[in-house]
């Protein structure tokens, strides 16, 4: 018995080192590593797709603001065409396994964002967890800035969309995945963050907003802070609350959104929000010394808050845009069917916001 076992193991290994000696496997030093890639849109008919891919160059030493990359753009009529073409100009095959950042011009996303991530969702080798954004002017003047603190090429900014490095409250984050999900599901919309090319740089402190697959318009950068802690409350940001000649600063430390559709038996549908903030004072212009002026700056700043965040909720209404998902809340009280869709496009327009906000300031930090 043990003859024949051993002739099937020699068998299996042979096949196995027949695999892996194939010609799939390339060494190192025979890949180009894609780091990010942009899609802008170009003034060519025949090739309407400007595909710029940023290719890192390995170094020995890994020091900040010393990353080496090489840039390399192509015209096409399809993006697979224009990334077939480029791989006529390097000496190495192109590796996408560690691209996890996709830039797109305004237009070129704005058309037919479906059919512009297609190949991204098709291809094996790029992770459903890449970050995507929206350069302006263009995806690539920001793949051509050199960030003084990465190490490695686009690093910078694919650390800036990473929660587990960067908390700001002012930048979106929006990945492959749940982009697609957002364009293909009926009840909630997708968004972009905008990314600017400063010197050394980047700005990213807006966000673009579609209504269903058309992009509908931007939020500027307190606008972008508060919707991205409302669908995100894990961020913590700060709020700058001004009363008089007061200027009180809220660091806050908590932060918990109960977010419904109301549908009050007789009356018309409503959006009920409800703010719970528990946060320090990190600045204030006056003194705050008794429980009674804490109190007094807790009551100020929580109608501040509701009035901010609900002109930010009606700026959103106004364009049509839903990224909270609040059809979703309205379909899963009356049901997904095309009558009750319908019903919610009709209502959704000029439905009332209420925001309620309940401020706890539990210290005023540290003097000495």
Same mark, same amino acid.
């Given at each position: 018995?043990?003859?024949?076992?051993?002739?099937? #193991?020699?068998?299996? /290994?042979?096949?196995? &080192?027949?695999?892996?000696?194939?010609?799939?496997?390339?060494?190192? !030093?025979?890949?180009?590593?894609?780091?990010?890639?942009?899609?802008?849109?170009?003034?060519?008919?025949?090739?309407?797709?400007?595909?710029?891919?940023?290719?890192?160059?390995?170094?020995?030493?890994?020091?900040?603001?010393?990353?080496?990359?090489?840039?390399?753009?192509?015209?096409?009529? =399809?993006?697979?065409?224009?990334?077939?073409?480029?791989?006529?100009?390097?000496?190495?095959?192109?590796?996408?396994?560690?691209?996890?950042?996709?830039?797109?011009?305004?237009?070129?996303?704005?058309?037919?964002?479906?059919? *512009?991530?297609?190949?991204? #969702?098709?291809?094996?080798?790029?992770?459903?967890? *890449?970050?995507?954004?929206?350069?302006?002017?263009?995806?690539?003047?920001?793949?051509?800035?050199?960030?003084?603190?990465?190490?490695?090429?686009?690093?910078? #900014?694919?650390?800036?969309?990473?929660?587990?490095?960067?908390? =700001?409250? +002012?930048? =979106?984050?929006?990945?492959?995945?749940?982009?697609?999900?957002?364009?293909?599901? !009926? &009840?909630?919309?997708? +968004? #972009?963050?905008?990314?600017?090319?400063?010197?050394? *740089?980047?700005?990213?402190?807006?966000?673009?907003?579609?209504? &269903?697959?058309? /992009?509908?318009?931007?939020?500027?950068?307190?606008?972008?802070?508060?919707?991205?802690?409302?669908?995100?409350?894990?961020?913590?940001?700060?709020?700058?609350?001004?009363?008089?000649?007061?200027?009180?600063?809220?660091?806050?430390?908590?932060?918990?959104?109960?977010?419904?559709?109301?549908?009050?038996?007789?009356?018309?549908?409503?959006? !009920?929000?409800?703010?719970?903030?528990?946060?320090?004072?990190?600045?204030?212009?006056?003194?705050?010394?008794?429980?009674?002026?804490?109190?007094?700056?807790?009551?100020?700043?929580?109608?501040?808050?509701?009035?901010?965040?609900?002109?930010?909720?009606?700026?959103?209404?106004?364009?049509?845009?839903?990224? /909270?998902?609040?059809?979703?809340?309205?379909?899963?009280?009356?049901?997904?069917?095309?009558?009750?869709?319908?019903?919610?496009?009709?209502? +959704?327009?000029?439905?009332?916001?209420?925001?309620? *906000?309940n401020l706890d300031i539990k210290g005023t930090g540290t003097m000495y």
């Amino acid at each position: 018995m043990k003859k024949p076992c051993l002739a099937f #193991l020699l068998c299996e /290994l042979i096949l196995l &080192g027949a695999i892996l000696s194939g010609c799939q496997f390339r060494d190192i !030093d025979k890949r180009f590593f894609v780091v990010a890639m942009g899609v802008d849109s170009s003034d060519d008919k025949d090739k309407p797709y400007d595909v710029t891919l940023k290719l890192a160059i390995p170094s020995p030493e890994v020091k900040p603001g010393q990353a080496d990359f090489q840039l390399i753009s192509e015209k096409a009529d =399809s993006i697979p065409e224009a990334v077939r073409v480029m791989k006529s100009r390097v000496d190495k095959e192109f590796d996408f396994g560690h691209c996890r950042m996709v830039l797109f011009d305004e237009k070129m996303i704005s058309e037919n964002p479906l059919s *512009t991530i297609n190949w991204f #969702l098709r291809r094996r080798d790029i992770q459903g967890i *890449t970050y995507l954004g929206i350069g302006k002017p263009s995806s690539k003047e920001v793949l051509k800035i050199r960030a003084k603190s990465e190490r490695l090429p686009a690093n910078a #900014l694919i650390l800036t969309f990473d929660p587990s490095t960067n908390t =700001s409250t +002012y930048v =979106s984050t929006s990945m492959v995945n749940d982009f697609f999900m957002r364009v293909r599901e !009926d &009840g909630i919309d997708p +968004y #972009l963050p905008i990314i600017e090319p400063q010197k050394d *740089t980047y700005a990213i402190n807006t966000v673009a907003l579609f209504a &269903g697959d058309k /992009l509908a318009g931007s939020l500027n950068r307190d606008e972008t802070r508060m919707l991205n802690e409302l669908m995100n409350t894990q961020r913590r940001g700060q709020i700058n609350v001004a009363s008089g000649k007061n200027h009180l600063f809220v660091n806050v430390d908590q932060l918990k959104a109960v977010i419904q559709v109301m549908l009050p038996n007789g009356k018309r549908p409503y959006v !009920d929000m409800h703010l719970d903030i528990m946060g320090f004072i990190e600045g204030s212009g006056e003194k705050l010394a008794t429980n009674q002026e804490i109190k007094h700056y807790e009551k100020i700043a929580s109608k501040t808050i509701s009035k901010r965040v609900k002109r930010a909720m009606k700026k959103i209404q106004s364009m049509g845009s839903d990224p /909270l998902g609040l059809e979703l809340r309205y379909q899963a009280k009356v049901g997904p069917r095309q009558k009750e869709r319908e019903e919610w496009r009709s209502l +959704y327009p000029n439905m009332d916001i209420r925001v309620h *906000t309940n401020l706890d300031i539990k210290g005023t930090g540290t003097m000495y």
